[in-house]
């Protein structure tokens, strides 16, 4: 079964609930130099009163064809078969940064020991049948997790206001 | 059943492996290489040389068995190709001849090493190969060295430097040209780099023309002598085109090549049947819509894929790159996108750790650089492939917000295609 | 990686990888939702947090404080053990001591100052959280004290006191009874109560119409609303008189209804008669048509709720605006059926689940109703009749003044001096007492002005009983044992009990026994409860019906002219009608020409609680103050520059946040920060008469750009 991460921007108020669980989850300390792996913010277009504002929640979009695979010199990632996670082993990481230059979504980061650290998608949760760690604590089940069938589903329904990423570069 | 012939075992050659395999699980497919080890990449050189990869590290795709296993290949692995025929798509070894249904030239590139610099006598290593890295690496272990010179500010070049810096050697660069990186960066990206270079303690010596390298170190053609008890050249490479030279599409008519093996977007030479990617082909530059070599590991991949693909038949396009690069060194990073010798007005933002200049021509963007800050090069990369694949492209409300949370102002998101805002 | 490295780098738990869940609440926005917490623990230590399925308050989803609760209860500055002051106060030098001779220095202390100047010269003081209110409460009247001092003199109270004044109680919003139109006047649930954001986003996706009005463009008012209003900050009193106007006018109210049930309709219209849309749109700003649609949606559903926020009571006309905003339910009949409003009575804990508890006997029967009159009272007469507290908003005048008796000793838990408008003046007031008492869980800054030091412990260390909405009862056990040498508040207070020798069997018997006398009538045993780990349901039956019984109220009805407040028209000028007055501090000037809005939430933080939280302060590292692109223009101020938000009585510096949240002329800013502490330039004067609650969202104030400093 392949997943895909949906934010659904209209319950999404950039809380930073999700960023927040992930650190407790992958035990990140950005002050001693964990980078972090989901960020929130609010994108606010103009400024009159009904003006768009947008907020979001962006992590690994855990792209179908993921360049950042590619751009690795090391082969330190790959797709998780199973999941559809793009998942890593940076044993041979070298800290270059290629991945970041091939990401369009910023997600790769660089920890403390220089090499590259990025959300797997909870992939043990998930193998384990448990939400990822944003997914759980979103208050407005603005993040979830989906099936390819299920997200293609939704979008045949047209099921306004999803939103996903497949990298197209 | 096909035939396919994979001539080269790099980053292009494994993707197309891998693309064939995955397209026509039954097809056979020959690799033949004559270098005896999985594929390799020669980026990885200067870490193995000061030992912060394994030799298993070098191999991102595994030992050979592993990949001959992985996509059932048949491994030519002691046999040097002689020459491809193209007509007969025939590929000729000492072995003997044998025919193919589609045959991919991903032979790679290796060392520029200009004749006249060996005229002086004096011995020199390269960067390129795992021997290279083995050998320094030798080197360093088993020699006393003290002064060090490497030729060639490039992406590789400052990392021999760094490695060799970090011993504790005294380290000179030294380049023909006026500043570092003169392909990819700007002056002022150069020099902002340089100086922090220098405050490390690297000496750097630029407009530096070498005459030849002497056993006590380089001469430059001023005559100035850079002593040395060790040269590292690292100039560049050339295209290994010789293989496609030999190749007749017609009866005197060879394949045409430039600086490398030039290709379409399916990655097909102009000989049918006879493909060619990385770092031995000019793919197409966006930014020209002229073919150029863009030798980087990525590119190498993507073009490997598509030409896998349809030598296996399926209708895959590789639309070209843009001139980019990253390269981490003495801890900072310099990121070059596009072509930095392509007209713009310039920008510069700086901000606590970092100062992303760009050249806006009008409205389009032709190159960034970027120094610190890598986080943001893919949001830049992707957003200025996309606008040079489809001129209206935008960033995504997504992205923007992205490089707002990474430190960017709106002044700058909006320069470079997103919208106001606030 | 193995499988078992990787499971326990996933954390997951079970046998295998040795990691536990064990059900905790979290504390830190008390007493709010009380959210349900899985702790995962491994070898005694919280490794990971989680929101417990099917909890009641939060369905198993946390907000963002409630994620951090583990960086929360790390924090290095716990207290670690009982500390004696040995420098000057407020320097931070402390000596550890035992718990013994804390509590023995305590009660020593405070038995001085009773015996040399009476009970009520020692302050009892509470900030966060609130579980162990009931416990203070009782200590201090027990002591002899009626000087209790809470929180809640800034917080929630003047809402309870308006409800109570106009309705005899509290009343909730029956949102998901899905009336035509839910008009959250005033309201963000999104960001500051989100499982009532999440009925919001429910009732919207139900086909629910949304009304949001609030001077600031929140999440909620860009998220689920159909029409957006924006009134100029505290002119929502003229805004509500108007729309009350034209429903009466329209004859969409509901006159059966008033007939029946409302007190003092006449004077009512009467009143709102004198306000015209013409006055209503140069005050508020709000143009005309949206004031006319606001009438029409309000009067003309068959069911609608108009569903104040605390936000309007914390202006100097606070009390009058929430009440001109609620007589609106009343007018139109919204009362008392489904999709309009029903009575909450309280359970426990400010939470009404359905059930009725002794928490209001417990607290209060203790009260010394010979003492000397609370600090509050001569002041806030209306305040002090509905509660058993005294108004701490008074405190810094009192201590001053020469009529008052003094105060020489407090004894505090979980006291944030940064509450209290003109913030110093309490730390300057500590530093005068004879013996200062602060329990907490961090070394605050009112902590390092105390001459004993308690260290408490987080909910994650104590059992506690809790009681939820839907009729749960829920009695918690430790996730993981105290730190350090820590104890739970209430087990302090009740050694402070014992210390002092007071003759209360009941409060020096401890909180297992006082909680069974407390929730004595609830037909379950707590034991068990305790045993289940998770909510227990009580069988509620159907409740009193509102309308059964007169109301709570001098008249037994609805009070839109509240006869309560009429007592103290003539001596104290309260206006016994809903009206609206000016609520600046001082008229407009050249040199203060924009409004300064405070007190807002933020998704990061509860007061000054969570700001020195990595995870929590790292997704907004500066305080900053949200600016309209237009002024900000015009003072030359850029996304990120450095500014001064000026007042009559100083500045702070801060960073400018460009933002249409705020509107143009108005400047939005949050507190609790001790780098830029907005409450030490709002004036400690600047009080709201009837309730006392301190005017935080309407001051005069000036932008300047910040001279940069190298």
Same mark, same amino acid.
């Given at each position: 079964?392949?997943?895909?991460?949906?934010?659904?921007?209209?319950?999404?108020?950039?809380?930073?609930?999700?960023?927040?669980?992930?650190?407790?989850?992958?035990?990140?300390?950005?002050?001693?130099?964990?980078?972090?792996?989901?960020?929130?913010?609010?994108?606010?277009?103009?400024?009159?009163?009904?003006?768009?504002?947008?907020?979001?929640?962006?992590?690994?979009?855990?792209?179908?064809?993921?360049?950042?695979?590619?751009?690795?010199?090391?082969?330190?990632?790959?797709?998780?078969?199973?999941?559809?996670?793009?998942?890593?082993?940076?044993?041979?990481?070298?800290?270059?940064?290629?991945?970041?230059?091939?990401?369009?979504?910023?997600?790769?980061?660089?920890?403390?020991?220089?090499?590259?650290?990025?959300?797997?998608?909870?992939?043990?949760?998930?193998?384990?049948?448990?939400?990822?760690?944003?997914?759980?604590?979103?208050?407005?089940?603005?993040?979830?997790?989906?099936?390819?069938?299920?997200?293609?589903?939704?979008?045949?329904?047209?099921?306004?206001?999803?939103?996903?990423?497949?990298?197209?570069? | 059943?096909?035939?396919?012939?994979?001539?080269?075992?790099?980053?292009?050659?494994?993707?197309?492996?891998?693309?064939?395999?995955?397209?026509?699980?039954?097809?056979?497919?020959?690799?033949?290489?004559?270098?005896?080890?999985?594929?390799?990449?020669?980026?990885?050189?200067?870490? +193995?040389?000061?030992?912060?990869? &394994?030799?298993?590290?070098?191999?991102?795709?595994?030992?050979?068995?592993?990949?001959?296993?992985?996509?059932?290949?048949?491994?030519?692995?002691?046999?040097?190709?002689?020459?491809?025929?193209?007509?007969?798509?025939?590929?000729?070894?000492?072995?003997?001849?044998?025919?193919?249904?589609?045959?991919?030239?991903?032979?790679?590139?290796?060392?520029?090493?200009?004749?006249?610099?060996?005229?002086?006598?004096?011995?020199?290593?390269?960067?390129?190969?795992?021997?290279?890295?083995?050998?320094?690496?030798?080197?360093?272990?088993?020699?006393?060295?003290?002064?060090?010179?490497?030729?060639?500010? &490039?992406?590789?070049?400052?990392?021999?430097?760094?490695?060799?810096?970090?011993?504790?050697?005294?380290?000179?660069?030294?380049?023909?040209?006026?500043?570092?990186?003169?392909?990819?960066? +700007?002056?002022?990206?150069?020099?902002?780099?340089?100086?922090?270079?220098?405050?490390?303690?690297?000496?750097?010596?630029?407009?530096?023309?070498?005459?030849?390298?002497?056993?006590?170190?380089?001469?430059?053609?001023?005559?100035?002598?850079?002593?040395?008890?060790?040269?590292?050249?690292?100039?560049?490479?050339?295209?290994?085109?010789?293989?496609?030279?030999?190749?007749?599409?017609?009866?005197?008519?060879?394949?045409?090549?430039?600086?490398?093996?030039?290709?379409?977007?399916?990655?097909?030479?102009?000989?049918?049947?006879?493909?060619?990617?990385?770092?031995?082909?000019?793919?197409?530059?966006?930014?020209?819509?002229?073919?150029?070599?863009?030798?980087?590991?990525?590119?190498?991949?993507?073009?490997?894929?598509?030409?896998?693909?349809?030598?296996?038949?399926?209708?895959?396009?590789?639309?070209?790159?843009?001139?980019?690069?990253?390269?981490?060194?003495?801890?900072?990073?310099?990121?070059?996108?596009?072509?930095?010798?392509?007209?713009?007005?310039?920008?510069?933002?700086?901000?606590?750790?970092?100062?992303?200049?760009?050249?806006?021509?009008?409205?389009?963007?032709?190159?960034?650089?970027?120094?610190?800050? +890598?986080?943001?090069?893919?949001?830049?990369?992707?957003?200025?492939?996309?606008?040079?694949?489809?001129?209206?492209?935008?960033?995504?409300?997504?992205?923007?917000?992205?490089?707002?949370?990474?430190?960017?102002?709106?002044?700058?998101?909006?320069?470079?295609?997103?919208?106001?805002?606030? | 990686?193995?499988?078992?490295?990787?499971? *326990?780098?996933?954390?997951?738990?079970?046998?295998?990888?040795?990691?536990?869940?064990?059900?905790?609440?979290?504390?830190?926005?008390?007493?709010? $939702?009380?959210?349900?917490?899985?702790?995962?623990?491994?070898?005694?230590? =919280?490794?990971?947090?989680?929101?417990?399925?099917?909890?009641?308050?939060?369905?198993?989803? !946390?907000?963002?404080?409630?994620?951090?609760?583990?960086?929360?209860?790390?924090?290095?500055?716990?207290?670690?053990?009982?500390?004696?002051? =040995?420098?000057?106060?407020?320097?931070?030098?402390?000596? $550890?001591?035992?718990?013994?001779?804390?509590?023995?220095?305590?009660?020593?202390?405070?038995?001085?100052?009773?015996?040399?100047?009476?009970?009520?010269?020692?302050?009892?003081?509470?900030?966060?959280?609130?579980?162990?209110?009931?416990?203070?409460?009782? %200590?201090?009247?027990?002591?002899?004290?009626?000087?209790?001092?809470?929180?809640?003199?800034?917080?929630?109270?003047?809402? *309870?006191?308006?409800?109570?004044?106009?309705?005899?109680?509290?009343?909730?919003?029956?949102?998901?009874?899905?009336?035509?139109?839910?008009?959250?006047?005033?309201?963000?649930? !999104?960001?500051?109560?989100?499982?009532?954001?999440?009925?919001?986003?429910?009732?919207?996706?139900?086909?629910?119409?949304?009304?949001?009005?609030?001077?600031?463009?929140?999440?909620?008012?860009?998220?689920?609303?159909? %029409?957006?209003?924006?009134?100029?900050?505290?002119?929502?009193?003229?805004?509500?008189?108007?729309?009350?106007?034209?429903?009466?006018?329209?004859?969409?109210?509901?006159?059966?209804?008033?007939?029946?049930?409302?007190?003092?309709?006449?004077?009512?219209?009467?009143?709102?008669?004198?306000?015209?849309?013409?006055?209503?749109?140069?005050?508020?700003?709000?143009?005309?048509?949206?004031?006319?649609?606001?009438?029409?949606?309000?009067?003309?559903?068959?069911?609608?709720?108009?569903?104040?926020?605390?936000?309007?009571?914390?202006?100097?006309?606070?009390?009058? *605006?929430?009440?001109?905003?609620?007589?609106?339910?009343?007018?139109?009949?919204?009362?008392?059926?489904?999709?309009?409003?029903?009575?909450?009575?309280? *359970?426990?804990?400010?939470?009404?689940?359905?059930?009725?508890?002794?928490?209001?006997?417990?607290?209060?029967?203790?009260?010394?109703?010979?003492?000397?009159?609370?600090?509050?009272?001569?002041?806030?007469?209306?305040?002090?009749?509905?509660?058993?507290?005294?108004?701490?908003?008074? !405190?810094?005048?009192?201590?001053?003044?020469?009529?008052?008796?003094?105060?020489?000793?407090?004894?505090?838990?979980?006291?944030?001096?940064?509450?209290?408008?003109?913030?110093?003046?309490? !730390?300057?007031?500590?530093?005068?007492?004879?013996?200062?008492?602060?329990?907490?869980?961090?070394?605050?800054?009112?902590?390092?002005?105390?001459?004993?030091?308690?260290?408490?412990?987080?909910?994650?260390?104590?059992?506690?009983?809790?009681?939820?909405?839907?009729?749960?009862?829920?009695?918690?056990?430790?996730?993981?044992?105290?730190?350090?040498?820590?104890?739970?508040?209430?087990?302090?207070?009740?050694?402070?009990?014992?210390?002092?020798?007071?003759?209360?069997?009941?409060?020096?018997?401890?909180?297992?026994?006082?909680?069974?006398?407390?929730?004595?009538?609830?037909?379950?045993?707590?034991?068990? =409860?305790?045993?289940?780990?998770?909510?227990?349901?009580?069988?509620?039956?159907?409740?009193?019906?509102?309308?059964?019984?007169?109301?709570?109220?001098?008249?037994?009805?609805?009070?839109?002219?509240?006869?309560?407040?009429?007592?103290?028209?003539?001596?104290?000028?309260?206006?016994?009608?809903?009206?609206?007055?000016?609520?600046?501090?001082?008229?407009?000037?050249?040199?203060?020409?924009?409004?300064?809005?405070?007190?807002?939430?933020?998704?990061?933080?509860?007061?000054?609680?969570?700001?020195?939280?990595?995870? %929590?302060?790292?997704?907004?590292?500066?305080?900053?103050?949200?600016?309209?692109?237009?002024?900000?223009?015009?003072?030359?101020?850029?996304?990120?520059?450095?500014?001064?938000?000026?007042?009559?009585?100083?500045?702070?510096?801060?960073?400018?946040?460009?933002?249409?949240?705020?509107?143009?002329?108005?400047?939005?800013?949050?507190?609790?920060?001790?780098?830029?502490?907005?409450?030490?330039?709002?004036?400690?004067?600047?009080?709201?008469?009837?309730?006392?609650?301190?005017?935080?969202?309407?001051?005069?104030?000036?932008?300047?750009?910040?001279?940069?400093?190298?």
């Amino acid at each position: 079964m392949s997943y895909i991460f949906v934010l659904d921007t209209k319950r999404c108020i950039g809380c930073g609930a999700c960023a927040v669980a992930c650190m407790d989850q992958n035990d990140l300390e950005p002050r001693q130099g964990d980078p972090v792996f989901r960020r929130c913010f609010t994108v606010e277009k103009g400024e009159n009163k009904y003006d768009p504002v947008t907020y979001m929640s962006m992590s690994c979009m855990h792209c179908k064809d993921a360049p950042c695979i590619q751009g690795c010199p090391s082969g330190c990632l790959k797709k998780d078969p199973e999941t559809g996670f793009t998942v890593y082993d940076n044993t041979n990481c070298i800290g270059c940064h290629s991945c970041a230059m091939a990401c369009p979504f910023a997600a790769p980061g660089f920890g403390r020991e220089g090499k590259m650290v990025k959300c797997d998608g909870c992939i043990e949760r998930v193998r384990q049948g448990l939400q990822p760690a944003c997914v759980k604590v979103c208050p407005y089940q603005a993040l979830s997790l989906v099936s390819q069938e299920e997200f293609e589903q939704r979008n045949r329904e047209k099921k306004a206001r999803l939103l996903a990423y497949t990298a197209l570069i | 059943m096909k035939n396919y012939a994979i001539v080269g075992f790099g980053c292009a050659g494994y993707h197309a492996a891998r693309a064939i395999r995955g397209a026509d699980p039954h097809g056979r497919i020959a690799v033949f290489s004559d270098t005896g080890q999985p594929p390799f990449n020669p980026m990885l050189t200067t870490y +193995y040389a000061s030992q912060r990869l &394994s030799l298993e590290g070098v191999f991102p795709f595994g030992t050979l068995e592993e990949v001959e296993r992985e996509l059932s290949l048949e491994l030519h692995g002691d046999q040097p190709v002689l020459r491809v025929d193209a007509r007969a798509r025939r590929v000729e070894t000492q072995a003997g001849g044998e025919d193919f249904d589609a045959i991919l030239i991903a032979t790679g590139a290796r060392a520029l090493v200009p004749e006249s610099l060996r005229q002086g006598g004096g011995d020199f290593f390269l960067m390129r190969t795992l021997a290279d890295a083995q050998g320094l690496r030798d080197h360093l272990d088993s020699h006393r060295v003290e002064k060090a010179v490497v030729v060639g500010g &490039s992406m590789v070049g400052i990392k021999v430097a760094e490695l060799l810096h970090r011993r504790g050697i005294q380290t000179t660069m030294a380049d023909a040209a006026p500043y570092l990186f003169p392909l990819a960066a +700007y002056r002022s990206t150069a020099e902002a780099i340089e100086a922090r270079l220098r405050e490390a303690g690297l000496k750097l010596v630029f407009n530096a023309q070498v005459s030849t390298i002497e056993p006590g170190g380089v001469r430059l053609v001023s005559g100035e002598l850079l002593e040395a008890d060790l040269v590292c050249l690292c100039i560049g490479t050339r295209a290994n085109v010789e293989l496609a030279a030999n190749t007749q599409v017609v009866e005197g008519q060879g394949v045409r090549i430039g600086r490398g093996i030039v290709v379409d977007e399916r990655m097909a030479t102009d000989c049918p049947g006879v493909y060619a990617a990385g770092d031995c082909c000019e793919g197409i530059d966006l930014q020209t819509g002229k073919t150029a070599i863009i030798g980087l590991w990525a590119n190498a991949g993507a073009q490997g894929d598509c030409a896998g693909r349809n030598m296996a038949g399926l209708p895959a396009r590789y639309y070209g790159n843009i001139l980019h690069n990253i390269t981490h060194f003495f801890d900072m990073d310099f990121i070059g996108l596009g072509d930095p010798r392509l007209p713009g007005q310039r920008h510069l933002f700086q901000g606590k750790n970092y100062t992303v200049e760009i050249a806006l021509e009008g409205e389009r963007l032709n190159s960034v650089n970027i120094f610190g800050n +890598y986080r943001i090069s893919g949001i830049l990369k992707s957003g200025l492939t996309k606008r040079l694949l489809d001129g209206g492209a935008r960033l995504t409300t997504a992205q923007q917000g992205l490089l707002r949370a990474e430190g960017m102002s709106a002044d700058f998101v909006e320069l470079i295609g997103g919208d106001r805002a606030l | 990686m193995n499988d078992l490295r990787a499971m *326990t780098k996933g954390k997951l738990p079970g046998s295998e990888t040795g990691i536990e869940i064990r059900h905790t609440i979290c504390d830190i926005c008390t007493p709010g $939702p009380q959210c349900g917490i899985d702790a995962y623990v491994k070898d005694g230590v =919280v490794i990971k947090v989680e929101g417990t399925p099917g909890f009641p308050t939060n369905q198993g989803a !946390l907000c963002t404080k409630g994620a951090a609760n583990r960086q929360y209860i790390y924090r290095p500055d716990r207290i670690r053990t009982p500390l004696r002051r =040995v420098g000057k106060r407020g320097e931070g030098r402390f000596e $550890p001591i035992s718990w013994e001779t804390a509590m023995e220095e305590i009660a020593r202390g405070l038995n001085r100052v009773k015996e040399t100047y009476g009970p009520e010269s020692v302050a009892f003081m509470t900030g966060y959280p609130k579980w162990y209110r009931p416990w203070l409460q009782r %200590l201090a009247f027990s002591f002899g004290s009626p000087n209790y001092f809470t929180e809640s003199s800034t917080c929630h109270k003047s809402e *309870t006191m308006s409800w109570r004044l106009t309705y005899g109680c509290e009343m909730r919003q029956d949102i998901l009874g899905m009336p035509e139109v839910l008009v959250g006047w005033g309201c963000n649930p !999104l960001v500051s109560a989100y499982p009532m954001g999440r009925s919001y986003y429910q009732y919207k996706e139900q086909g629910g119409k949304v009304v949001i009005i609030d001077p600031r463009r929140t999440p909620t008012a860009t998220q689920c609303t159909d %029409l957006f209003i924006r009134p100029r900050t505290g002119t929502d009193g003229y805004l509500a008189n108007t729309v009350a106007r034209l429903i009466i006018e329209n004859g969409w109210a509901d006159m059966e209804f008033i007939q029946a049930h409302v007190h003092g309709f006449p004077a009512y219209r009467e009143m709102v008669m004198g306000y015209t849309v013409e006055k209503a749109v140069e005050i508020t700003g709000v143009p005309e048509e949206e004031i006319r649609e606001l009438a029409r949606l309000i009067g003309t559903a068959k069911k609608a709720i108009v569903q104040p926020s605390n936000g309007l009571s914390h202006h100097k006309n606070g009390l009058s *605006t929430h009440r001109a905003v609620i007589c609106l339910n009343a007018l139109t009949g919204n009362v008392n059926k489904p999709g309009t409003l029903f009575p909450a009575w309280d *359970t426990a804990a400010d939470m009404s689940a359905g059930f009725r508890t002794y928490e209001g006997e417990f607290a209060t029967e203790r009260f010394p109703q010979k003492a000397r009159p609370r600090v509050g009272a001569g002041r806030f007469p209306l305040w002090c009749e509905m509660f058993y507290e005294a108004q701490a908003m008074d !405190l810094l005048r009192f201590w001053k003044a020469e009529e008052s008796y003094p105060i020489r000793a407090m004894y505090a838990h979980g006291v944030n001096h940064r509450m209290y408008p003109e913030s110093s003046g309490l !730390l300057e007031m500590a530093g005068e007492m004879e013996l200062v008492v602060a329990a907490d869980l961090f070394m605050t800054d009112f902590c390092r002005h105390a001459d004993i030091v308690l260290p408490a412990c987080s909910s994650f260390e104590r059992g506690e009983v809790k009681s939820y909405p839907g009729g749960y009862i829920n009695y918690t056990s430790p996730a993981i044992a105290p730190l350090y040498e820590s104890r739970d508040d209430v087990a302090i207070i009740t050694m402070t009990a014992n210390a002092l020798g007071l003759d209360d069997p009941l409060l020096r018997a401890g909180y297992d026994i006082s909680v069974k006398h407390i929730y004595r009538d609830v037909p379950l045993d707590l034991d068990e =409860v305790k045993a289940a780990g998770l909510p227990s349901k009580v069988e509620c039956g159907a409740g009193r019906d509102y309308f059964a019984a007169p109301l709570n109220t001098p008249t037994g009805k609805i009070e839109l002219y509240s006869e309560r407040i009429a007592k103290y028209e003539a001596d104290y000028g309260l206006d016994p009608l809903p009206v609206f007055s000016d609520g600046f501090d001082c008229p407009p000037t050249a040199e203060f020409p924009m409004s300064l809005i405070t007190g807002g939430r933020l998704t990061n933080a509860v007061h000054s609680r969570l700001h020195d939280v990595p995870w %929590l302060r790292d997704l907004r590292p500066e305080p900053a103050a949200d600016i309209h692109p237009e002024d900000a223009r015009r003072l030359g101020i850029a996304q990120g520059d450095e500014i001064c938000l000026v007042t009559r009585l100083g500045r702070i510096r801060v960073k400018a946040n460009l933002s249409a949240i705020s509107a143009p002329g108005e400047v939005n800013f949050y507190h609790g920060y001790r780098e830029a502490n907005v409450n030490e330039i709002i004036p400690k004067e600047h009080l709201d008469p009837y309730s006392g609650f301190p005017g935080y969202k309407q001051l005069r104030c000036r932008v300047e750009k910040a001279e940069v400093t190298m």
